[in-house]
């Protein structure tokens, strides 16, 4: 392990995490809050940090497969601890641990909160809060790339440890290019989302809050009812339809830009995504109609909106879908194992390896029917070798090896079952809300410190999808050769 060019990466991380907190800074003068100590503090320590170990100097530059994954773990728990200081100094969240997790719930596009009263938080605080949710969408590490020239090596490894999904590509030769180009699409379309929401009647200031939200899939709120606050179906409907656009692989908006559409209409986690979130949809309108005498485009307006946050994990709310039936509840908690798309915002399982683990599955049952055939498994026509089918098995087995061990530590605190087993969904998918306790009106301040920790472990290993995290606590990663 190249341990300076590691500490060089952990520092450009940290500088850009201190400019990044400048516009909350100036939220907070325009306000005169109290909070501004706080960022000044902050933003002084954390950019002092940066520069310090941003001076390391290595000799010939070389990005490998391991410092890659050890700097993109470390420097997710070091933007977490630095950008928990604004809530824990300023006393909006006195406790450092409930700080830390709701700032690790931000960058991770999780959504789960521990604030009570969301709308007595000054503006300043709620714009970081969420603003939190857009830098970690894409990734802190490919919003570096995007910013700074290459440290040299291989930089893929850097995108490859951070971004969802089994197999992240490049979109042009030069990894920052790729970086910068998936950054103005999403720059754009979260701008789009803005403007749609101002011209639906949402304040200016709580457009920028919602979509953050939809853009990086977290569903940090600044309203108690989330968007049901607004009673308003084009607000919903805009959000509805961005929280699944950003569910989409990316690399299709680029296809998109080039005009390959047969492209697109062939990629089959797309077709798997499109399919499981309208049938989704279709049944919770069915079973949810009548029991709560909705009219059918109010059954749709809601269903739609539960669905798309959460197959999205991005957990905003329009009703108290805890109160549906079990049957909407049940298929409400098999998406959000499931997830959207790799290559996106949303966090979950991915399409993806749902559709290489049905097709695994297909093929040993005709491999069994006819032992003597010789057959591949193939996505968008290209077969998947041996160690992309291992790698896939072997984070379906750590992600629910976590969640059977998470769920046993959660019990501790004594809630019932559905309450401890969704809020390990929750958080290691990457979601938001729950069931119960922890459902959609509800939050997870009354968990203990140990639950928390392990909500907070969840939600890193969900975003960096369990290996990068599992690799840095190995002790053969640190050995010089």
């Not at 306000?31 to 010939?60: C, M, Q």
């Not at 006195?94 to 909160?113: H, K, N, Q, R, W």
């Not at 709120?221 to 049901?228: K, P």
């Not at 055939?373 to 998947?384: A, E, F, P, R, Y």
Request: aromatic content about 14%; proline content about 4%; hydrophobic content about 50%.
């Amino acid at each position: 392990m190249k341990v300076k060019i590691v500490l060089k990466v952990l520092g450009i991380v940290l500088f850009w995490e201190a400019l990044l907190m400048v516009p909350s800074l100036l939220i907070s003068i325009i306000d005169n809050s109290y909070e501004i100590n706080a960022f000044v503090i902050t933003i002084a320590a954390t950019a002092a940090t940066g520069i310090l170990l941003s001076r390391f100097k290595f000799g010939k530059p070389e990005m490998r497969k391991r410092e890659g994954y050890a700097a993109v773990a470390l420097s997710w728990f070091a933007v977490s601890l630095f950008g928990a200081l604004p809530f824990y100094l300023s006393g909006s969240i006195p406790s450092y641990i409930d700080a830390l997790f709701e700032t690790v719930s931000g960058f991770t596009t999780t959504g789960s909160s521990i604030v009570r009263d969301v709308e007595i938080m000054p503006r300043g605080l709620l714009f970081w809060r969420s603003f939190t949710h857009w830098i970690g969408g894409m990734g802190v590490l490919v919003f570096t790339m995007a910013l700074v020239p290459s440290i040299g090596g291989h930089p893929v490894f850097l995108m490859r440890a951070e971004s969802p999904g089994p197999s992240p590509g490049k979109l042009v030769p030069r990894i920052g290019e790729s970086s910068k180009i998936l950054y103005i699409i999403y720059a754009f379309m979260t701008v789009i989302i803005v403007i749609l929401l101002i011209a639906a009647g949402m304040p200016v200031f709580n457009s920028f809050i919602y979509a953050f939200g939809t853009a990086g899939t977290g569903g940090f709120a600044m309203d108690t009812l989330s968007v049901g606050a607004y009673n308003n179906p084009w607000i919903e409907w805009i959000i509805t339809i961005g929280m699944y656009l950003f569910g989409v692989n990316f690399t299709l908006y680029y296809l998109l830009i080039r005009k390959e559409f047969k492209h697109i209409f062939k990629n089959e986690e797309f077709r798997l995504y499109c399919f499981y979130t309208v049938l989704g949809v279709a049944l919770v309108v069915i079973n949810v109609m009548h029991r709560f005498n909705y009219n059918f485009f109010e059954a749709l307006r809601h269903s739609a909106f539960t669905v798309s946050t959460l197959v999205t994990t991005t957990g905003y709310a329009t009703t108290d879908f805890n109160l549906w039936p079990m049957f909407s509840k049940s298929l409400l908690l098999t998406l959000m194992f499931f997830g959207a798309c790799a290559g996106s915002t949303a966090g979950g399982v991915k399409s993806i390896r749902i559709l290489v683990l049905i097709k695994t599955l297909y093929y040993e049952i005709k491999h069994t029917i006819h032992p003597q055939s010789v057959q591949t498994i193939k996505v968008d026509g290209k077969s998947l070798d041996d160690d992309a089918l291992k790698s896939i098995l072997i984070f379906f087995f750590a992600y629910v090896a976590i969640i059977i061990l998470s769920v046993i530590i959660v019990s501790l605190d004594d809630f019932d079952f559905m309450t401890s087993f969704s809020a390990v969904i929750a958080t290691i998918s990457n979601i938001g809300p729950g069931f119960e306790i922890a459902g959609p009106m509800g939050n997870f301040a009354d968990f203990s410190v140990l639950s928390k920790s392990i909500f907070i472990a969840d939600m890193i290993l969900g975003r960096l999808e369990i290996l990068p995290v599992i690799i840095l606590f190995s002790p053969v990663i640190w050995r010089r050769n």
